[in-house]
């Protein structure tokens, strides 16, 4: 089974700080995923990477950018964190050529 | 541009009923449509996945069609237990790239 781990389940952070959230995945998928979802928006793509160090804006990349260094790994930076920013923070992989993803369990996250 | 619907925000039915989930969709032509189950506070899992070349799917006690004609796929789950309360997703994708989610539609099943 495709497991895709997230580094933290809750985060609470103050305004302005720069908050790391990391996404593990374990079935050497090369597409990598990070949305957000909010009530009554459904899950927005924030970004996307189709391999190692390569990285794509989604529909709504401001005050977030990312890093893949390692295939196994993406992970979604705010730089500094505001409270619009509150929300549930979802990673998913996908096979190349793939059309079915894997989420992991998500990451809510309070900015205070 | 583009938009996905799930017309219904919430649905409650009885237990044993078949529920009926809509999802329509404007300003896309996707190459299939897949529904993820979602459980409150866990990530979307998927459940089924229909080709725009294919009108039905069936796994176990669930059917999707697609109709590309009306843009919108009807996913329906007989015989519904409790254990189906959750929230539903659909979802389009048409290349390899990204898929676009609708908002989900909220299912429960009362006893």
């Known amino acids: 089974d495709v497991k895709v781990t997230q580094s933290s389940r809750y985060l609470v952070k103050r305004t302005g700080e720069k908050v790391f959230l990391e996404c593990v995945q374990d079935?050497?998928?090369?597409?990598m995923f990070w949305y957000r979802q909010d009530p009554g928006l459904g899950l927005r793509l924030i970004y996307f990477?189709?391999?190692?160090?390569?990285?794509e804006k989604g529909d709504i990349p401001e005050g977030y950018s990312v890093s893949r260094e390692k295939k196994e790994r993406f992970s979604l930076i705010l730089e500094s964190a505001s409270t619009n920013q509150t929300s549930m923070y979802l990673c998913?992989?996908?096979?190349?050529?793939?059309?079915?993803?894997?989420f992991g369990p998500g990451t809510r996250l309070l900015v205070l | 541009s583009q938009k996905i619907e799930q017309n219904s925000e919430a649905l409650n039915i009885q237990e044993g009923k078949t529920a009926t989930l809509t999802c329509n969709y404007t300003?896309?032509?996707?190459?299939?449509l897949q529904w993820y189950r979602q459980d409150p506070g866990r990530g979307p899992v998927f459940l089924l996945l229909?080709?725009?070349?294919?009108k039905e799917k069936r796994k176990e006690r669930l059917k999707v069609t697609f109709d590309t004609t009306l843009k919108q796929s009807l996913f329906h789950i007989t015989a519904s237990q409790p254990a189906d309360s959750a929230t539903y997703l659909c979802?389009?994708?048409?290349?390899?790239?990204?898929?676009?989610f609708g908002s989900g539609t909220r299912l429960s099943i009362r006893p």
């Open positions: 979802a389009l994708g048409s290349s390899a790239s990204k898929i676009i």
């Open positions: 229909i080709r725009e070349n294919e």
């Open positions: 300003n896309y032509s996707p190459a299939y």
């Open positions: 990477s189709y391999d190692v160090k390569m990285k």
């Open positions: 079935m050497d998928h090369e597409n």
């Open positions: 998913a992989s996908r096979l190349s050529g793939g059309e079915t993803q894997y």
